[in-house]
């Protein structure tokens, strides 16, 4: 079964929904801190709800405490504590009536096989990517510094091997400048957005020892 124009609409409406509630939970739940990532978690194996997940540099700081930074370990080792989202501080708790994860399990119901899921899968990736670009151009995410400081991009967190849609989304969703240093995040030849978050950190342990 296919995804038609009109549980299309159905299900981008309530991704909106859904997406809006859990990004202002997780802000209060971040109150007073500086998020530099939200985005949306989803796991391969014919589930169809998403998680909104959300990181801060304070919170990351405290992901990081005890790991040890190496010349031969640099800091690109732990950047799945940056950049997987299972491994994030704040997850969203809100819950929408007729979320897109209900609307979307009549269809999945219905798939057969995994390459007629995969399509089913593909086309609900774009619609949440879709449902995500109208929350930023209608501000959820912030304005100005806020929002420039904020990388936002869908991820699937049981498979670490693929960060082909990460990599696809966050292209869309975020500056040019902003994109091309999260696809080199794990590349320690290279700037990269790992590199300039870490920096946060070890400024923020600098006012934070100085206040002490």
């Known amino acids: 079964m296919k995804i038609t124009k009109e549980n299309t ?3 981008y409406k309530s991704a909106i929904k859904e997406i809006t509630a859990n990004f202002n939970d997780i802000k209060a739940q971040a109150e ?5 990532a939200f985005g949306l978690a989803l796991l391969d194996d014919f589930y169809v709800e998403f998680r909104c997940a959300g990181n801060s540099i304070e919170s ?3 992901i990081m405490q005890g790991k040890d930074i190496t010349e031969d370990k640099g800091i690109e ?3 799945g504590y940056f950049w997987r989202l299972d491994e994030w501080y704040y997850s969203g708790k809100c819950n929408v009536e007729n979320s897109s994860g209900d609307l979307l399990e009549s269809i999945i119901d219905e798939v057969d096989d995994r390459e007629e899921y995969n399509k089913v899968r593909q086309e609900y990736e774009q619609i949440l990517i879709n449902a995500l670009q109208y929350c930023d151009k209608n501000g959820v995410f912030g304005t100005g510094k806020e929002r420039e400081q904020l990388v936002i991009y869908v991820h699937y ?3 670490y091997a693929d960060d082909v849609i990460s990599d696809y989304s966050a292209k869309i969703l975020n500056s040019e400048n ?3 240093l999260f696809k080199e995040r794990y590349n320690r ?3 990269n957005l790992t590199k300039v978050i870490f920096n946060k950190v070890e400024n923020l342990k600098d006012i934070t020892s100085s206040k002490d």
Do not use: C, V
């Open 77 to 79: 080792y732990y950047a």
């Open 178 to 180: 902003t994109y091309n």
């Open 32 to 36: 007073g801190e500086t998020l530099y």
């Open 60 to 62: 990351l700081a405290k």
């Open 9 to 11: 609409d159905s299900i």
């Open 157 to 159: 967190a049981d498979d």
């Open 189 to 191: 030849n290279s700037d």
